[in-house]
T-cell receptor
Framework: AQSVTQLGSHVSVSEGALVLLRCNYS??????LFWYVQYPNQGLQLLLK??????LVKGINGFEAEFKKSETSFHLTKPSAHMSDAAEYFC???????????FGTGTRLLVSP | DAGVIQSPRHEVTEMGQEVTLRCKPI?????LFWYRQTMMRGLELLIY????????DSGMPEDRFSAKMPNASFSTLKIQPSEPRDSAVYFC???????????FGNGTRLTVT
């Protein structure tokens, strides 16, 4: 079965530090890839999406992700963390080879002053 | 665009009672999804509809769960009878296509005592 793996259920960074959240997918065909963010007591919101147009995708709030086919990865980065970035982040994959959107288990980002 | 609207936001009920959760998708979205989120199991897809027709209900945990979509603007998820282990946040989401970005509602937090 197709799957999405997020390494690390929790990631802690200091304010101003680089944010790196990891996501790998299993598919022989490059899928559509998404990152969603969930703030407390809210639903998931789309952060960015990859649909084969460009390997480096820019999203909202200064986040970006790079699609690397050779590594089957779609890691999320932000150069400088803000306190407001503290949330849970979900990677998801869909498209050919995926019958429906498949979510990873999520990574909770903690940002300390 | 009012977004996906779910009601109620919170529901507290006693074991054995019937619970009905409601969802209004975004107009023009052909797909509607019901998810359940818990600390232990993360985000689980329960069922999804295409043009009001249930396509995949393999995630529905038991016969106590049922979902309907009588028209393009309304869906319900019903639990009868409810049990304490059903306590979770239930999300409704909609999208234009099966692999288009999902738009989530703010969820219904269900507590069964």
């Amino acid at each position: 079965a197709q799957s999405v793996t997020q390494l690390g259920s929790h990631v802690s960074v200091s304010e101003g530090a680089l944010v790196l959240l990891r996501c790998n997918y299993s598919s022989s065909v490059p899928p559509y890839l998404f990152w969603y963010v969930q703030y407390p007591n809210q639903g998931l919101q789309l952060l960015l999406k990859y649909t084969s147009a460009a390997t480096l995708v820019k999203g909202i709030n200064g986040f970006e992700a790079e699609f690397k086919k050779s590594e089957t990865s779609f890691h999320l980065t932000k150069p400088s963390a803000h306190m407001s970035d503290a949330a849970e982040y979900f990677c998801a994959a869909g498209g050919t080879g995926f019958q429906k959107l498949v979510f990873g288990t999520g990574t909770r980002l903690l940002v300390s002053p | 665009d009012a977004g996906v609207i779910q009601s109620p936001r919170h529901e507290v009920t006693e074991m054995g009672q019937e619970v009905t959760l409601r969802c209004k998708p975004i107009s023009g979205h052909d797909y509607l999804f019901w998810y359940r989120q818990t600390m232990m199991r993360g985000l689980e897809l329960l069922i999804y509809f295409n043009n009001n027709v249930p396509i995949d209900d393999s995630g529905m945990p038991e016969d106590r769960f049922s979902a309907k979509m009588p028209n393009a603007s309304f869906s319900t998820l019903k639990i009868q009878p409810s049990e304490p282990r059903d306590s979770a946040v239930y999300f409704c989401a909609s999208s234009r296509q099966i692999n288009s970005p999902l738009h989530f509602g703010n969820g219904t937090r269900l507590t069964v005592t």
